[in-house]
């Protein structure tokens, strides 16, 4: 059984059409990329599945529990609800609040006191409080954050302010995780670190991910299935070793004539 | 635990103490009739600027209605206490208006608050107007001439009790998880949603929190100064509001005390200058506003126990 599976998806912003007919499948546990050179339309498809935007045609499929939902017309935050976790391309963190937050913000749904008990500050809510702190640094020690908890999300460097975007998407507990260019900025060194962060919690976790990326040695190094995209449309699919020689693919990122070849 | 307790204490004393100071002044005849006026409007203005910074410095929500909330709590208040009358009728007067307010805050923010930045600010003050209009052309508000002879309950004691409870709610709130979420829709809207956030309930709790408080500042308003017009509620008033939250800093509770209290000092001691008044009013604003921008306070917060803790660095030393 897939855990997403994208059935025919069109997007158009007016005439423009940025996605044309895209067919993916996600399967539980699976670690999938989806490249394509700017403006092919990846990011587009994240939107989507977190209901930022609604597909013109299409519909996103997302099994949980052994359950199928359709979830294209779904708001974010519920769609968040069942299950959805997605980092930025550039970075959204709550800049102006702490690392610390940060976190502490996002595991919000957990939260059972309700806002009467919150305006007298009642004992329960102090026992909750102090619950939401645990958890939120026990996520922060895990991501090596846990000596910056008090300082701004905008005072971090950039490394670490990715890696505390991972980590606030993991703290919605999610079970299909996407990635939206993690390694976007890094030089080799943080990014191979990344790469290892990635490999990690995907298996101590048991997420699926889907994972946007430019950088050929993440994806090639941590994928185990590639779909790529040029123009809004699929044009190759497969594991790193055929996508690496596929000609289309080639073609895409470094232009060309495809008659040529043919 | 035992801190927190300490520390609760610590607060509570100061509280009442606060009070104690404040009324003995005035039984001694040092705050006089005068200077109680501008205590007062010390009170109310720490009300409406408090509950108009959960809205717009710390959810994020660009309002200019909130003399519309404030003018609901007022004639609420004011026609229970002039129908029914007695020290029952204000109370029920004032916890009446603020309801009211935040039944109408629920009404108008429900489809308002959809809308970004300016659209929004715009919107909220056509409501704002039209809450004045419907005052104005009504029977039993008085029409254009207003209520007049509302009896007067509003007292130091009255204005001291709200003032606290207005500003220990709102900060409980803020410090809570729910007032985090507000936080994080003025921060990023898009991220807060995809981390699992209804923002516009979120949006639509603090504008009801703010219109409540604004209600209660109202009927403080009408009890205290005898007199009410739909006039004295137009967007002007909003405007002053929102002068006290930006100039003690957006997203600052004791910003917004402070300002209050500068504001409402500056303007007393310029009575003497007449017609210079709003000049040099305006001109302070102005001089401010250049040297600080971000407000007196910026997003941060007065704590004693900063100062406590400086106070013994500097000792140890």
Same mark, same amino acid.
């Given at each position: ?140 020690? @895990? ?54 962060? @990635? ?64 | ?95 009446? &208006? ?10 108008? &923010? ?22 004045? %209009? ?55 809207? %898009? ?59 957006? &997203? ?45 306070? &910026? ?19």
């Amino acid at each position: 059984m897939p855990i997403l599976s994208i059935k025919n998806l069109t997007m158009a912003f007016g005439g423009l059409a940025a996605l044309t007919n895209i067919n993916i499948t996600v399967e539980k546990d699976e670690l999938v990329g989806l490249i394509g050179p700017n403006g092919a339309g990846k990011t587009t498809i994240f939107n989507l599945l977190t209901g930022i935007y609604t597909p013109t045609q299409g519909v996103i499929e997302y099994q949980q529990n052994g359950s199928t939902r359709t979830i294209n017309k779904l708001k974010p935050h519920v769609i968040s609800s069942l299950g959805i976790a997605r980092t930025f391309q550039n970075i959204r963190l709550f800049k102006d609040l702490t690392v610390l937050d940060n976190i502490r913000i996002s595991i919000h749904k957990n939260v059972n006191y309700g806002v009467m008990p919150a305006f007298f500050k009642l004992p329960r809510v102090y026992s909750e409080e102090r619950e939401i702190l645990g958890k939120s640094n026990e996520i922060l020690e @895990i991501f090596g954050l846990e000596s910056k908890k008090y300082e701004l999300a905008k005072n971090l460097p950039y490394g670490e302010q990715r890696r505390l975007e991972i980590a606030r998407a993991l703290a919605t507990n999610p079970s299909l995780l996407l990635l939206d260019e993690p390694a976007a900025g890094m030089n080799p060194n943080e990014t191979s670190m990344l790469t290892d962060l @990635i490999k990690w919690i995907w298996k101590e976790y048991g997420l699926t991910i889907l994972l946007i990326e430019h950088d050929m040695s993440v994806v090639m190094k941590i994928c185990e299935r590639i779909y790529v995209l040029d123009y809004g449309m699929l044009i190759a699919e497969g594991t790193p070793e055929e996508i690496r020689t596929n000609k289309r693919v080639i073609q895409a990122y470094l232009g060309g004539e495809l008659q040529n070849d043919a | 635990m035992k801190d927190t307790i300490k520390r609760l204490l610590q607060y509570t004393a100061s509280v009442v103490l606060l009070y104690a100071l404040i009324q003995l002044l005035i039984f001694a005849g040092i705050i006089n009739e005068y200077y109680q006026v501008t205590l007062a409007m010390i009170c109310i203005n720490i009300i409406l600027a408090v509950s108009l910074n959960l809205i717009t410095g710390f959810t994020g929500q660009f309002s200019l209605g909130h003399a519309g909330f404030m003018s609901i709590g007022a004639y609420t208040c004011a026609l229970m206490t002039l129908r029914v009358g007695g020290l029952f009728s204000f109370i029920l007067g004032i916890l009446l &208006g603020a309801i009211l307010a935040a039944m109408v805050g629920f009404i108008i &923010g429900m489809p308002t608050l959809r809308l970004k930045g300016d659209y929004l600010a715009i919107a909220t003050l056509g409501f704002a107007e039209i809450i004045r %209009i419907i005052l104005l052309n009504l029977d039993f508000t008085g029409g254009a001439r207003g209520l007049a002879d509302i009896p007067r309950y509003t007292n130091w004691t009255w204005l001291y009790i709200f003032t606290v409870i207005c500003i220990v709610v709102t900060v409980n709130f803020i410090k809570s998880s729910h007032g985090r979420v507000c936080i994080s829709i003025r921060e990023d809207e %898009i991220a807060a949603e995809t981390l699992g956030i209804n923002i516009t309930r979120y949006k639509v709790l603090s504008f009801v929190i703010g219109a409540f408080f604004a209600g209660i500042a109202g009927a403080l308003y009408a009890s205290y100064f005898y007199y009410i017009k739909p006039g004295l509620f137009g967007f002007l008033k909003s405007i002053d509001i929102l002068v006290i939250v930006v100039l003690g800093g957006m &997203g600052s509770i004791t910003g917004s005390i402070l300002a209050s209290i500068f504001l409402a000092v500056i303007s007393t001691y310029l009575q003497a200058f007449a017609e210079f008044r709003m000049i040099i009013y305006a001109v302070i604003l102005v001089i401010i506003m250049i040297f600080r921008p971000q407000g007196l306070m &910026g997003t941060k917060e007065f704590k004693p126990e900063q100062v406590e803790k400086r106070i013994k660095e500097r000792n140890n030393r």
